[in-house]
């Protein structure tokens, strides 16, 4: 059960408890137990494991995981992504990004560590909410959902390639979190390096990605609005 709140924690901002996570995991566990019924085909730990991260997700719904003031200013570091990128033709570096949103390198990694939590695409992303976001204003429909986007194929290949492109580190710290299914702490055991800075290079990642997919829906915007324009 710890393996999966911590393995959770990445995705989640630093002001929520591990402890509280364990919490419903708890619950779930013994609504499992509840429910489970030998003879369906599941084994019980797999039954239990999917009924423990659903609880786990469960109690965290019902929080904000990260501010909107975060996310602008995160948003903020994928517009400078983007326009760095297209100047120096590579990924830029921290201190090149620190530089261009006027801030301290300490400062720039502080607001990566405090975006734990920051995810590759967001529902609100494809919402009509007051909050502005650029997915939101080019998205055809409201009735767009995140994973239809991400299962596009045009789309699936640019996050292929945005992902071959990351810094070394970055690829490093995706495929032993996303592929091997290690948490920060073991990450930073292999890297040799802090829990923390593990975060904020997870957080960083995160970022280039979404700028680039940013990039790919404003192409297909633009060529839809094209085809209706000559149609």
Request: some cysteine; proline content about 2%; glycine content about 6%.
């Amino acid at each position: 059960m710890k393996r999966i709140a911590y393995h959770l924690m990445a995705k989640l901002p630093a002001s929520v408890q591990v402890e509280d996570i364990i919490q419903n995991g708890m619950l779930g566990l013994l609504d499992a137990i509840g429910r489970y019924e030998e003879g369906l085909g599941a084994q019980f730990e797999t039954y239990a494991v999917q009924r423990i991260r659903g609880a786990m997700l469960d109690g965290l719904r019902e929080n904000d995981w990260l501010p909107r003031s975060l996310r602008r200013e995160m948003r903020r570091i994928e517009t400078a992504i983007h326009q760095l990128e297209q100047r120096f033709g590579r990924q830029p570096t921290e201190k090149e990004l620190s530089e261009a949103l006027g801030m301290t390198l300490v400062d720039y990694q502080k607001m990566l560590q405090e975006a734990r939590g920051y995810q590759l695409v967001y529902f609100e992303d494809f919402s009509d909410e007051e909050e502005e976001d650029f997915l939101e204003r080019h998205v055809a429909g409201h009735e767009a959902d995140p994973l239809d986007v991400l299962e596009d194929k045009t789309m699936r290949e640019s996050l292929v390639k945005a992902i071959d492109d990351l810094p070394e580190r970055e690829k490093m710290v995706m495929g032993l979190y996303y592929e091997e299914d290690l948490n920060l702490r073991e990450i930073g055991e292999v890297l040799g390096v802090s829990e923390s800075r593990v975060c904020q290079l997870h957080s960083q990642a995160i970022a280039r990605l979404r700028s680039r997919i940013t990039g790919t829906v404003r192409a297909h915007a633009a060529s839809t609005r094209g085809r209706r324009a000559s149609a």
